[in-house]
Nanobody
Framework: QVFMVESGGGLVQAGGSLRLSCAAS????????MGWFRQAPGKEREFVAT????????LYADSVKGRFTLSRDNAKNTVNLQMNSLKPEDTAVYYC??????????????????WGQGTQVTVSS
């Protein structure tokens, strides 16, 4: 069983920054890709970013490219999502997820096997 716990969410003004973290346990963390997804009120959950098992490859949604940076530390079993220049439209519950099938990373929710409970990010205008 793999457990993932997100942290770092909160309330921030537009233009500000937040750093989300996801801590994983239960299996060899370095054996799977990690991703972040988000779900805004009344909307479907959407892809934000993904990183390959060794951190060599990252993909970002167009809406966050250039503002968000995803990194991982396999020694600490964590991934971090640095979010800068936040906008009100970034307001959502953010979820981290792990994929053992797509070790190079994936933007598809169906490729992920493990999910955290989510952390709320609210950006005020």
């Amino acid at each position: 069983q793999v457990f993932m716990v997100e942290s770092g969410g909160g309330l921030v003004q537009a233009g500000g920054s937040l750093r989300l973290s996801c801590a994983a346990s239960g299996r060899t963390f370095s054996s799977y890709a990690m991703g972040w997804f988000r779900q805004a009120p009344g909307k479907e959950r959407e892809f934000v970013a993904t990183v390959s098992w060794n951190g060599s490859r990252t993909l970002y949604a167009d809406s966050v490219k250039g503002r968000f940076t995803l990194s991982r530390d396999n020694a600490k079993n964590t991934v971090n999502l640095q979010m800068n220049s936040l906008k009100p439209e970034d307001t959502a519950v953010y979820y981290c997820a792990g994929s053992i099938r797509r070790t190079s990373g994936s933007y598809s929710q169906g490729d992920y096997d493990y999910w955290g409970q989510g952390t709320q990010v609210t950006v005020s205008s």
